[in-house]
């Protein structure tokens, strides 16, 4: 019985990945918490964007919505919806664009919008909001799921937000410049494209973690690099913060994780 | 001319069967007054615009106001499904609902055409998404200097767009401010507009000189409705209601709980 | 991330002959300081963008700094022509200038979709004037939900965009209050950025959440220069020299009074 | 000997056009005089727009620049000069463009740009700046121009601007639903297009003024209407509130005028 959660290995690890450097698209879950842990501990530079025009964002709490009032009370500055998409996103001023995935492929193309059949749907999701063009215009893509073979599937019923495509040549065929997806972060392990084929192979198994955990947990017939690593754990400090983020997060929202 | 009118003259007066609609405030300052008036005057068959659907157009849809909703992100902020949103579209509960779908990028972009006067909207947007294969919503224009093709959006041109600010002076001028969002395009993109204030002041005291104020000349009716923004917030006034937002959850998932809930709290006030 | 040195060491390091280059900043934080680096460090061949050329690229285009101009409106505001322009248009003096000639909405615009990273911009623009028969400055593109043909102009996109501002904090962010002009976009257009300002202050103190701040990672070089606007004018810090733009028509529009004055109050400088 | 000058007279007739709906979009000088005069006198609610983003403008004196100071700090608002061309010029909110002409032609149309021809010029002119969408966006154009053959020509050397066209019929033919020129105001007269054939005839002769005193000084075979009306005399209060404008002007430039 280890001393932290699946969930907690995988906001440390994806917070791993942030420089001061940075800029940041943020979407809210997982990634909000893992770039305001990278800001909180190693990179407190780091330049945290919200698509509600929000830049240079310090929230003290995590955000519920990518609207919270703190979000604008901290940032540098607040723009407009439109300025926000036109001049910063689309402007190519995002290093890096940070998505959690519903439904994913091996190649990153990522499902929010249905599962089943578009005009019948099984299950209507939300819907792509920022993530189609913070998927192209990002200079690359992180992306957070948790691992399990309903959230990484052999096919994606819609390409919400594009990977590399059905194939893991589509960016090439339609001459976009950005990288796309770099990291893929679980609760089990990380994935990056392979070399050549684009295919998301394992790269590093969180501690405990086995082979067979993250076979079993995929959707499609998942490979692993020549050299699997292991994610270190959860240091002393990122534990703290992290938990103290979220503490502060619930008793701010009465309730909200 | 501005004309300071009450919450229920707004609507009546502005706000008919059939109409395009638009109550815009992106995760910020959310009309929701406006929006339970016009559950309370009945209106049915609107086209409803909004970026994110939220609360508001879940309670409007519920209720079986809109015949179709253009929108970019239907979800409830931080918490997950819009129940009745879903309801009516997997299930046609209690009407049908038409969806146009896009994304944040390009709904945000057709405001601000709207607001230009401009028939259409130009983004690098959509490039290998499902989005582009529903319908004929998305169009190509070719760059008469580079040759790239880039994504085309209508603008968007409600008959009514319906905004919640904090505060106008008595000529009308309005200021927002904190996330401003898109409520300025609202307005100007909308062949009428409606405001809802928190307060009326003698010097509306606008932070900056480059604060956002709407011209009172721009905008047809303003009714001060403290408060005309929860459980969405209204900066420097009050917070959101976070707790609301997860306690609607259980609410609105329930079909019988949702009419319990709107016949308490909107139709009996 | 911005980098704070000397104006001196700005200019050296980001402007180089056969540049593309912005100074700007409409009718307020006019660049003159800026401009006049560029003077004494002896750059030729550039092509100057700016919507109004106003008497800092008179002095720069007399001083036979400039290949080509892009621009909007040639005059002295208020008072009458830009002389230095007209000898380098009606004579060639002390070089020819090849001009690129737009509408002030068409600058705008181009500016606008720069910043945005697109390739056009589209406006209703050019109707019936002689504007459009300059070459293929202006283009056309059809709008493919209403088929309304629009102009198209080209985005701005200079190798280095140089504004003035009145202040700026220890990590390089900016602030812009007042008439801002298109001193953002120039900064987000533009391949590199040069920002002057009047000072820099541990706490930038904008006066809104929505107040014109400029970020300090989409700058590359800062300097400081206090009264670096001069004869335009820094608001909050000092006002319009009037007297010298009404001064500047005599100045300007004799070759020698000109040469002299120059030698006088920038090259000996 | 009257106790006011033709300019004078010139300001005031083009500032009893405006009224307190109107919503003008401002030039510097003889409009600039007009508009703050109409707003100082009979339309103390005449919204102001200079095209640096200041809406609703009350200087206290006459700018020199479209961008002084003085006009962001009385405005409701100022504005980025994008969305100044983009949300208000051609959104559409606009509902007088006021404009003055160095060169005119019986249909209204307007040369600022070049005197002889484009490429090898006798006099380089300013250029468009705001004119060429201020002609055909406002929902209407007054124009005011100090009558002489140099200013008000047979042919224009160059359309900045577009009035009716060459042919008085552009409009119609480009599609262009604002009105365009519907009031030209000069020292000696005021003129409005003709019904039909949309070219300028004389509608109002100022005081003191004579038909011929028209004729000569027009570069086209100026007509008249049917009626020809005398402008009323300025009135002593319009005096003195135009006298006392551009006193403080000066005192305010040093010398300006």
Redesign the interface.
């Given at each position: 019985m280890s001393e932290w959660t699946a969930p907690e290995m995988m906001v440390v690890a994806a917070a791993r990945a942030l420089t001061n450097d940075d800029v940041c698209f943020v979407g809210i879950g997982t990634p909000s918490e893992a770039c305001n842990l990278a800001r909180l501990t190693h990179a407190p530079h780091l330049t945290l964007i919200y698509e509600s025009g929000t830049i240079g964002a310090r929230p003290d709490v995590l955000p519920l919505s990518i609207g919270d009032g703190d979000l604008s009370e901290t940032a540098v500055t607040t723009v407009s919806v439109p300025e926000m998409f036109r001049y910063w996103l689309q402007g190519g001023r995002i290093t890096i664009g940070f998505l959690g995935a519903a439904q994913m492929d091996r190649f990153g193309n990522i499902n929010t919008t249905v599962i089943g059949d578009y005009d019948r749907p099984s299950v209507r999701l939300p819907g792509g909001g920022g993530a189609p063009e913070i998927a192209t215009s990002c200079g690359e893509v992180f992306i957070t799921a948790s691992h399990s073979p309903r959230a990484l599937v052999e096919k994606v019923d819609f390409i919400t937000s594009l990977g590399f495509g059905r194939d893991g040549r589509e960016r090439e065929r339609l001459g976009i410049t950005t990288k796309g997806p770099t990291l893929v972060v679980t609760d089990l392990c990380t994935m990056r494209p392979e070399q050549g084929t684009n295919e998301l192979i394992v790269e590093n198994l969180h501690p405990g973690v086995s082979r067979s955990d993250v076979i079993d947990a995929t959707g499609w017939k998942v490979r692993f690099a020549d050299q699997v690593g292991e994610t270190p754990p959860p240091t002393v400090e990122e534990l703290e913060v992290l938990r103290d983020l979220k503490a502060r997060t619930e008793a701010a929202h009465g309730g909200a994780s | 001319?501005a004309e300071f009118v009450s919450l229920q003259e707004a609507i009546a007066s502005w706000v008919t069967d059939g109409d395009v609609v638009a109550l815009e405030g992106?995760?910020?300052l959310i009309p929701f007054a406006a929006g339970h008036e016009i559950i309370r005057q009945g209106r049915r068959d609107l086209t409803l615009i909004r970026?994110?659907p939220d609360l508001v157009y879940d309670q409007m849809i519920g209720m079986g106001c809109a015949r179709k909703l253009v929108?970019?992100?239907?979800?409830n902020?931080?918490?997950g499904?819009?129940h009745r949103?879903?309801d009516a579209?997997?299930n046609g509960h209690p009407v049908p609902l038409e969806i146009e779908?896009?994304?944040?990028?390009a709904m945000?972009?057709a405001?601000?055409a709207g607001?230009?006067?401009?028939?259409?909207a130009?983004?690098?947007?959509?490039?290998?998404?499902?989005?582009t294969e529903?319908g004929s919503t998305v169009?190509?224009?070719?760059?008469?200097?580079?040759g790239?093709e880039?994504a085309?959006v209508?603008a968007h041109r409600p008959d009514v767009g319906i905004i919640h600010a904090q505060r106008a002076d008595r000529r009308g001028?309005v200021l927002v401010?904190?996330?401003?969002?898109?409520q300025?395009?609202t307005v100007?993109a909308s062949a009428a507009s409606v405001v809802t204030v928190e307060e009326v002041v003698d010097e509306l005291a606008?932070?900056?000189?480059?604060?956002?104020?709407i011209?009172g000349?721009?905008i047809d009716a303003i009714a001060v409705v403290p408060g005309g923004a929860r459980p969405s917030?209204a900066?420097g006034y009050y917070?959101?209601d976070?707790?609301f937002?997860?306690e609607w959850d259980a609410i609105s998932r329930d079909r019988n709980r949702f009419d319990r809930w709107m016949q308490q709290n909107v139709i009996g006030t």
């Open positions: - | 001319m992106f995760t910020h970026m994110t929108f970019s992100w239907g979800g902020p931080g918490v499904s819009l949103f879903r579209v997997e779908e896009h994304s944040h990028a945000a972009d405001w601000a607001a230009s006067g401009l028939p259409f130009l983004l690098r947007g959509y490039r290998g998404t499902s989005l529903l169009r190509s224009v070719t760059c008469p200097f580079t790239e880039l085309a209508a001028n401010e904190g996330i401003v969002g898109i300025k395009e100007l606008a932070p900056s000189l480059n604060s956002v104020v011209p000349w721009t917030y900066h917070p959101r976070n707790s937002y997860q």
